[in-house]
């Protein structure tokens, strides 16, 4: 790990701050300790010449701004299939499991990404990723981790028939009554999840959360100072969501105007996650629909919902957050598109860049336990901040894949950015 000096100082540059506010050219950014202690014209107490103290970044001609926050990334899906292990998609086993999570989650933070939500996942394995990270076993971004998902019969992550249900490696829990519900976020609590993720049917084709059962569990994880986040591509399944008053809800793709306006008034986030079905469509237009093994024209119309999604959801007022679900499938790389739903966001959805870079960032911040604490450059807040060499303002892609990165400050500390070439370019050993 990288020992850096207490104090960093970023002269010169531009500074797009996170908070919507027009990109301003800059004197100084201050960093002392793990917080933003000043923005604007050098302080006259910053000594730039005490080496052993002082690290002096000059970022002339290039632009500062937030370390990004993807709001929707799996770190322990089980994949690679292993010779001799089962062939269910969350057989891998918790060993294996961890080392990769370990290694995928550093490439993540090398690619400008300093946190991620990670709504769902096997065993407890992304409570272990975090909580070894915070203990600075090794580098990573900030973690906010759900469990295995919470279903009911016929759910997404319900894979197995009846007389297995979901076996302890799965990605998903079966619960089929309120109660069961309200054991297993006690369960998850326990063993240190920050939020609980709920999901209802995989496409959205009919409701099989109630809304009771959404309201037991919210009721029971708030209590338990713990989030809810759930997957519903369904109308009924997010109105439900909605009026249950979950923390924010995944998809929501097949929401009518209606049910929108439910959102709209309770209040809470979608996070539309259109990068998985750009990323199906256009691998499906390389390889073959046949090998890609996911029905692509449905994907086509779920990415289309959702771009309409994004105009309604800002008449409505509704606040929409960034996510991508990287690492739900191999060809979901970690650390090349945390960034393509920016892109996404703005081709598609309306958003000018600025718009979609402040979603990223400030509005994201709720989605990792961390709103008005990270996703700012001011002072007082938390250290997470990235330097590019381009202008992401004139191009919102020059995000994606870190490669217009110059540096990445994460709770204050200097990443070493030299083995991002080697880590970029590993290649999950699948199939
Ligand atoms: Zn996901």
Redesign the pocket.
Known sequence: MTTTPDTIVIRNGTVIDGSGAPARRNDAIVVAGNRIKHIGALPPDVALDDRRNVAVIDAAGQWIMPGLIDA???VSYGYPVIKGEGKGRGTTRPEFSTLKAAHSVQRVLRSGVTGISV??GTWFTDVGVRDAIKLGLMEGPRMYVAGRMIVTYGCIEDDEPSWEGTPDHSIGKLCNTADEMVTEVRRQGKHGVNFIKMADSRSGESQMLAKEEIAAVVAEAHRRNLRVGI?SRGAGSTRAAAEAGVDWI?HADLATDRDLEAVAKAGMPIIP?AT?LAMVVELGAKVGAAQVQLDINRMKRHFEALCQLMHKARKLGIKLLV?T?T??NTFMRYGEIHAKELEIFVKYGGYAPLEAITAATRDNACAIGLQGQVGELAPGKLADLIVLDRDPLADITVLQGGKHLTHVIKDGKLVDLAPREEMLTFREAAE
């Open positions: 929707h990334c799996h709504p769902g997957h995944i996650t998985f996510g679900d690492g739900n």
